[in-house]
C-alpha cells in the first residue's frame, strides 16, 4: 500500500474510534447531564466524524490505486474538516468560549473543498491519440 494512503486509512480508523469511543461516552455518562440543545449537538459532531471517516478510509483506498496530488490534498482537507468542525463542536459542549464556533464552518469548507476536488481527481481525462 502507498504511504499516503496507508497513512490516510490509519487516520480514518483513528478518528472512527474516537467517534466510537465519544458516542459511547455521550449517551451513556453524558446524557443526562448535558440539554437536549448540547447532546444535539454532540450528535451533530458525532454524525460528521462518522461519516467524513468512513469517506476517509475509502479516499485513503482511492489514493492507493490513483495515488495523484488532488487526491492527497482531499485527504488532508478531510482530516483537517473533521478536526475544525467535529472538534469545535466537542470543545464548545466541552464548555469552551463560543468564540470558538468559528472553526466550525472552516471545517465544514473544508469538507466541501476536499469532496469537491475528490470528484475533479477522479474525472475521466481526454486521451490525446498520436
Same mark, same amino acid.
Given at each position: 500500500m502507498q504511504p499516503d494512503a496507508r497513512r490516510f486509512c490509519r487516520l480514518a480508523a483513528?478518528?472512527?474510534a474516537l467517534a466510537? +469511543?465519544?458516542?459511547a !461516552?455521550?449517551?451513556h455518562a453524558l446524557r443526562a447531564r448535558l440539554s437536549s440543545d448540547r447532546y444535539e449537538v454532540l450528535q451533530t459532531a458525532l454524525h460528521y466524524q462518522y461519516f467524513h471517516s468512513l469517506g476517509l478510509?475509502? +479516499?485513503g483506498l482511492l !489514493?492507493?490505486?490513483w495515488p495523484t496530488r488532488a487526491l492527497r490534498a482531499a485527504g488532508w482537507l478531510l482530516f483537517s474538516g473533521v478536526v475544525l468542525f467535529s472538534g469545535s463542536l466537542y470543545l464548545i459542549i466541552a464548555g469552551a468560549p463560543h468564540m470558538i464556533g468559528i472553526l466550525t464552518p472552516i471545517g465544514g469548507l473544508s469538507?466541501?473543498?476536499a469532496w469537491c476536488l475528490t470528484a475533479f481527481a477522479?474525472?475521466?481525462v481526454a486521451r490525446?491519440?498520436?
Open positions: 483513528a478518528m472512527l466510537t +469511543l465519544l458516542g !461516552l455521550g449517551t478510509l475509502g +479516499l !489514493l492507493d490505486k469538507l466541501i473543498i477522479l474525472r475521466p490525446q491519440n498520436h
